[in-house]
Nanobody, 127 residues
Framework: QVQLVESGGGLVQAGGSLRLSCGAS????????MGWFRQALGKEREFVAA????????RYADSVKGRFTISKDNAKNTVYLQMNSLKSEDTAVYFCAAKPGTFWSTIYTQARQYAYWGQGTQVTVSS
């Protein structure tokens, strides 16, 4: 069973950038499709970005498209979320998630599809 640990969150001004990392232990992410979700205070968890098992396909929420980039580094057993042009509405706890790979290019955007979750990292964007 894979364990996930997020890092890289913090406080940043609007327009700035952060890179979140999600390190895995107890398994290799090469065998998983990966996703990033976020949950703002008082709101439901929402999809942010996901990458397929192969790492060759990705999808983004409309709210972050063109600003965020998800990448999967199998050699480092880490998934990244590069966040640029941050806005105050990006403030949330960000979670990474893993789903054992079944289909090489399938992307999963629903939280219920993921089996493993990290504990989350706080991102706060000040305006």
């Amino acid at each position: 069973q894979v364990q996930l640990v997020e890092s890289g969150g913090g406080l940043v001004q609007a327009g700035g950038s952060l890179r979140l990392s999600c390190g895995a232990s107890g398994g290799t992410i090469s065998g998983y499709a990966m996703g990033w979700f976020r949950q703002a205070l008082g709101k439901e968890r929402e999809f942010v970005a996901a990458v397929s098992w192969s790492g060759g396909d990705s999808r983004y929420a409309d709210s972050v498209k063109g600003r965020f980039t998800i990448s999967k580094d199998n050699a480092k057993n880490t998934v990244y979320l590069q966040m640029n042009s941050l806005k105050s509405e990006d403030t949330a706890v960000y979670f990474c998630a893993a789903k054992p790979g079944t289909f090489w290019s399938t992307i999963y955007t629903q939280a219920r599809q993921y089996a493993y979750w990290g504990q989350g990292t706080q991102v706060t964007v000040s305006s």
